[in-house]
């Protein structure tokens, strides 16, 4: 029998959802519109209002080449970042769960990574990458030009997949050993009684019940690459070198606030919002089909 909370007067219970309606129309509804308003209008010269234009400014943003190129960009940057994040991610987690020695010190060093902000750890990346301080400027010394992503795109494109990859293993981390330890030791010790080794139990029974896990984390991986990679490209490259590393969500950022094209990045936004979207649908409706949750 199911039990309902019961109020005895509609002013509490408008009470009770007036914070979380005014957070979300604030910071969600409220942006999207001005968004949308910004994307159909143009800024008259000199001021004076905005004019309704249509769908100029998404005509002259499928027309620029540039924007095709961030856009490719972006999609390799969150093939690269969800696949590297999730994969070490993984590694570490089925480690720990075999509960080797020190496991419970790992596992607590393992999640500290993602209380760090992401400028703040961009700041350090940006100093282990550099090529005449950090780390390999010792490489560089032995093989000159081997590493500069200051002025080699691909290099710069790897500081930032690794930076940013680096915070989000922690977050999957607790996702995957919260998966691994819900799995019934019954199961492992069952197959390890039959003679099978850790890496077929890890095939054969481990992964194909953590598929849940990691379709969830696969859609949260993917669509958080897509708009929270701001603060590691900000503090690293700045879009650069020569525009290499200049995706979606920093473009919006240089044209509106640098470029003062606010129409113009407002109509990026909004193709943005609709490419999550449409890759989160993707997922759901072709991915999950082969999810099996019991």
Same mark, same amino acid.
């Given at each position: 029998?199911?039990?309902?909370?019961?109020?005895?007067?509609?002013?509490?219970?408008?009470?009770?959802?007036?914070?979380?309606?005014?957070?979300?129309?604030?910071?969600?509804?409220?942006?999207?519109?001005?968004?949308?308003?910004?994307?159909?209008?143009?800024?008259?010269?000199?001021?004076?209002?905005?004019?309704?234009?249509?769908?100029?400014?998404?005509?002259?943003?499928?027309?620029?080449?540039?924007?095709?190129?961030?856009?490719?960009?972006?999609?390799?940057?969150?093939? =690269?970042?969800?696949?590297?994040?999730?994969?070490?991610?993984?590694?570490?987690?089925?480690?720990?769960?075999?509960?080797?020695?020190?496991?419970?010190?790992?596992?607590?060093?393992?999640?500290?990574?993602?209380?760090?902000?992401?400028?703040?750890? =961009?700041?350090?990346?940006?100093?282990?990458?550099?090529?005449? =301080?950090?780390?390999?400027?010792?490489?560089?010394?032995?093989?000159?030009?081997?590493?500069?992503?200051?002025?080699?795109?691909?290099?710069?494109?790897?500081?930032?997949?690794?930076?940013?990859?680096?915070?989000?293993?922690?977050?999957?981390?607790?996702?995957?050993?919260?998966?691994?330890?819900?799995?019934?030791?019954?199961?492992?010790?069952?197959?390890?009684?039959?003679?099978?080794?850790?890496?077929?139990?890890?095939?054969?029974?481990?992964?194909?019940?953590?598929?849940?896990?990691?379709?969830?984390?696969?859609?949260?991986?993917?669509?958080?690459?897509?708009?929270?990679?701001?603060?590691?490209?900000?503090?690293?490259?700045?879009?650069?070198?020569?525009? =290499?590393?200049?995706?979606?969500?920093?473009?919006?950022?240089?044209?509106?606030?640098?470029?003062?094209?606010?129409?113009?990045?407002?109509?990026?936004?909004?193709?943005?919002?609709?490419?999550?979207?449409?890759?989160?649908?993707?997922?759901?409706?072709?991915?999950?089909?082969?999810?099996?949750?019991?």
């Amino acid at each position: 029998m199911e039990h309902h909370a019961q109020f005895r007067t509609r002013w509490l219970v408008a009470l009770l959802l007036a914070p979380q309606v005014l957070l979300v129309f604030t910071f969600f509804y409220w942006p999207a519109g001005a968004a949308l308003f910004w994307a159909f209008t143009l800024e008259q010269p000199w001021g004076g209002g905005n004019a309704f234009v249509g769908f100029d400014n998404f005509t002259s943003l499928f027309a620029d080449s540039f924007y095709w190129a961030s856009v490719g960009r972006t999609i390799v940057f969150a093939l =690269a970042s969800s696949c590297l994040a999730m994969g070490m991610a993984l590694v570490l987690a089925l480690f720990c769960d075999r509960q080797l020695r020190g496991y419970a010190y790992y596992r607590t060093a393992l999640i500290w990574p993602y209380a760090v902000a992401a400028p703040a750890a =961009a700041v350090a990346f940006r100093y282990v990458f550099a090529p005449e =301080a950090g780390v390999f400027a010792g490489l560089n010394a032995m093989y000159p030009g081997l590493w500069n992503p200051a002025m080699s795109g691909t290099d710069a494109m790897i500081m930032i997949i690794i930076a940013y990859s680096w915070k989000f293993i922690s977050y999957n981390f607790i996702f995957f050993l919260a998966g691994l330890q819900a799995i019934p030791r019954s199961l492992i010790e069952a197959a390890a009684m039959d003679g099978s080794g850790v890496l077929r139990r890890m095939r054969d029974i481990q992964l194909p019940l953590l598929t849940p896990t990691v379709f969830f984390l696969l859609v949260i991986n993917i669509t958080d690459s897509f708009v929270d990679s701001f603060g590691i490209i900000d503090i690293t490259t700045e879009g650069g070198p020569a525009k =290499a590393t200049n995706l979606m969500v920093y473009k919006i950022y240089f044209d509106g606030f640098k470029g003062l094209d606010y129409s113009g990045a407002a109509a990026q936004s909004i193709v943005l919002m609709v490419l999550v979207m449409a890759l989160t649908f993707v997922q759901f409706r072709y991915v999950e089909r082969k999810i099996h949750y019991k």
